[in-house]
């Protein structure tokens, strides 16, 4: 009697990226590199990322953010690439959220921050940023950076985790909880 092949692994959500560029609005990455680093994260998260496309507009639709001949042609590359889940990369606008760094003058607890030199989402820059706000505001925290370490570096199911910063970082996440959350 044959036998069936039972998958031992689970399967990958399957993501599509649309990036958006608005003419006039200048943004920190162009459409190419902000697909790239959408990418990235997207990988981090555990997706897989089946296909990809943009588009250049006057102003986002209130409704959509991309135009309706766009949503038409998002909808087939989705179906035609099976795709689980869309996710489009757009900066920051009034509308949605700030920006976690505007939130820095009200913290209200202390904050351990662990990063890889090569993230880019914080990057180095930002986390730089953001430990200067900090300092700014006389807020209670402690950053650390690791060589030869990217974004997800603690996920030991990926290709990012790095033992060396995975295993001090677990030490320090110990060491901060038994400071501050007795």
Not at 130 to 150: C, D, M, P, Q, R
Request: with cysteine; hydrophobic share 40%; charged share 25%.
């Amino acid at each position: 009697m044959p036998r069936s092949a039972t998958p031992t692994q689970v399967p990958r959500e399957r993501a599509f990226l649309v990036g958006i560029e608005i003419r006039g609005q200048h943004a920190l990455l162009g459409v190419d590199d902000s697909l790239s680093e959408l990418a990235l994260l997207a990988d981090t998260a555990g997706l897989q990322v089946v296909g990809e496309t943009y588009q250049k507009i006057a102003r986002p639709d209130p409704h959509t953010l991309i135009g309706s001949g766009k949503v038409v042609e998002l909808h087939d590359f989705a179906e035609e690439t099976l795709a689980d889940v869309v996710i489009f990369d757009e900066e920051l606008s009034p509308r949605q959220p700030v920006s976690p760094i505007d939130l820095t003058k009200d913290l209200q607890c202390p904050l351990l921050g662990l990063f890889g030199i090569e993230d880019t989402r914080p990057s180095p820059a930002d986390a730089a940023k953001t430990e200067e706000a900090l300092k700014k505001f006389g807020k209670t925290y402690e950053f650390h950076t690791y060589e030869n370490a990217g974004h997800a570096f603690f996920a030991v199911d990926r290709p990012q985790y790095r033992v060396h910063a995975a295993v001090d970082g677990w030490k320090r996440v110990f060491a901060w909880y038994g400071k501050y959350l007795r």
